[in-house]
């Protein structure tokens, strides 16, 4: 059998907040390993190609693929049912698949929701979805396929876990050039996504990271990474990159050797990442900004030391603040990651917060309403106490408060975050501080509006 696999970069909801379009690495990697196998794969990304149904209805008609994979996110996943719907009706024969961090922890509510689904893959998704393509060119059964959620003859089977990829090193390169990179430029460029590092050593009680990529932090060799970097850098001219990694300086001697690396390679590129406040040090910092970083997004997420306990974030808020002296000092911008709207937040602790933040006077800042997403402990608190009051995944966007918490209402919830922003950008000197670092760092305002990028696509990794 002649195997064509299209995969699928699913739509926002309409009205959801802005969410501008990426390149999606899960779906990268994908193509890269199937492209290594030799099965012929495509790609339709709607977000980035802006997209219809009825477009995507389609270009399936006439590429007629034997595999329709997609990726989900929360906010998504009813997007993606809708192309599967569609894929089914176009080419009957297909084998629909989805993968991602929501369906992996609602995986037989899926196949429950959507008769026209065929697979689940859960978890990484690599070796996971290239073993069901093989199955199906064999015309052979997936009943020993390990990280599925499938239909058998009617009947809904889990499969137990794939063990997870020890050495990512093996893993080839994301195929970006079946992207439209043109159609990408945030602003006039193009900043190209990396991931170094899967798992991670915490567990937040808001955060599917660690359920999705396991409690262990799995790197790529510093020597490895760059070399994605230079092929990037030869392929698509690419100079801004961004680290997706959760935690990106968990093991500080790798995160030095890493910077080392290209320091010695004399790579002239910029790049930003995401870390924990816990985990740099002021001389780790200044490396980074050697090795080209220009921003550190930190996760702040409260300024309450009780909402932070009750997160189980592991941090103190004067680490918080000693990692925001560091960075300053050396000469990095940064970035306040913050949650507002956690289950126990009350009026007081999300006020102390947003003073807290501006104590900092970071460079930017998240200010995301909580979420509790299917497979966190946050999600199953909210369901158990019956506060949760918005079951609509297309409202799940961290910008719509989803659950109700006792003396906060969601009126007033979204009012101090409007607050907050409001107070964020009209600080005494703000604007005149951008300007002035736009001289250090090519143009900050450009930059502030690109940090709003990166915050829509945090952990959006797609099928893997």
């Known amino acids: 059998m002649r195997i ?24 990268g990697y994908l193509v890269a390993v199937l492209e290594k196998a030799n099965y012929e794969v495509d790609v339709i990304d709607c977000q980035a190609l802006r997209i219809s149904y009825e477009e995507v209805r389609s270009e399936l008609e006439k590429r007629q693929p034997t595999v329709v994979g997609l990726t989900s996110t929360t906010l998504t996943y009813k997007s993606a ?4 719907k569609i894929a089914k009706e176009t080419c009957p024969s297909c084998v629909t698949i989805i993968g991602g961090s929501h369906v992996t922890f609602w995986d037989d509510k899926a196949l429950q929701e959507c008769p026209q689904l065929d697979v689940v893959v859960r978890k990484e998704g690599e070796n996971t979805l290239l073993e069901l393509v093989q199955k199906i060119e064999a015309d052979k059964s997936f009943d020993d396929v390990l990280g599925i959620t499938y239909r058998e003859n009617g009947e809904i089977v889990r499969k137990p876990d794939r ?33 170094t590092s899967r798992g991670c050593v915490f567990w937040c009680n808001f955060c599917t990271a660690v359920r999705m990529f396991g409690r262990k932090y799995r790197m790529r060799t510093p020597q490895n990474v760059v070399e994605e970097l230079v092929l990037l850098n030869k392929k698509f001219g690419a100079d801004h990159f961004t680290f997706y990694d959760d935690a990106f300086t968990v093991d500080q001697s790798r995160t030095r050797e890493l910077c080392q690396e290209i320091i010695d390679r004399k790579l002239k590129i910029r790049w930003n990442c995401e870390t924990r406040v816990d985990m740099v040090t002021k001389d780790l910092l200044a490396k980074m900004k050697e090795a080209g970083c220009t921003d550190v997004w930190f996760g702040v997420e409260s300024g309450s030391q ?11 808020t004067e680490q918080t603040v000693k990692a925001f002296k560091w ?26 917060t947003v003073r807290f933040v501006e104590s900092l006077n970071p460079d930017d800042v998240g200010y995301y309403i909580a979420t509790p997403y299917p497979g966190t402990p946050m999600y199953e608190q909210v369901k158990a106490n019956g506060s949760l ?3 609509d995944f297309d409202k ?17 919830l979204r009012d101090i975050r409007e607050q907050a922003f409001h107070r964020l950008y009209l600080r005494p000197g703000y604007f005149f501080k951008v300007l002035i670092k736009g001289g250090v760092y090519g143009s900050a305002s450009k930059r502030l509006v690109l940090a709003h990028l990166r915050r829509s696509v945090k952990s959006k990794l797609g099928m893997s």
Do not use: C
């Open 4 to 27: 064509h696999v299209t995969l699928i970069n699913p739509p926002y909801p309409v009205g959801s907040h802005l969410h501008p379009p990426f390149l999606p690495l899960g779906l």
């Open 306 to 316: 009780r909402v932070l306990a009750a997160m189980d974030k592991g941090i103190m």
């Open 396 to 412: 799940y966007d961290t910008a719509t408060p989803t659950f109700e918490i006792p003396n906060l209402s969601a009126e007033e």
């Open 163 to 195: 063990p997870y990829i020890e050495n990512l090193d093996e893993l080839p390169f994301p195929a970006l050039h079946l992207w439209p990179i043109d159609r990408l430029r945030q602003y006039g460029e193009v900043i190209f996504p990396l991931t």
């Open 389 to 391: 009051k918005i079951t």
């Open 81 to 84: 049912l809708q192309i599967v």
């Open 327 to 352: 960075a300053k000092e050396v000469g990095l911008m940064t970035v306040a990651n913050v949650i507002l709207g956690f289950p126990t937040e009350t009026r007081e602790t999300a006020w102390e």
